[in-house]
């Protein structure tokens, strides 16, 4: 199943599928890692929902929910 990145909760795990944005924005979260095949998890959000963190290739990286739009992800369960 694909769904939207800001869409999962956390501990959830995922892939990633596509990023759908281009220009400035698509370029930064292409050279953060995230490009199609990059498996993550979510570890935590603050408490209004936004940012997301989530644990992927040893590190911890942070996304506003504007940004995590733009990532479809399939979710492994």
Known sequence: ???????????QKGVVVSVNVSGELGRRIRDMGLIPGTEFRIVGRAPLKDPVALRMKGFTLTLRNNEADFITVKVEE
């Not at 199943?1 to 501990?11: G, I, P, Y």
């Open 1 to 11: 199943m694909s769904v939207s990145l800001r869409s999962m909760t956390k501990d």
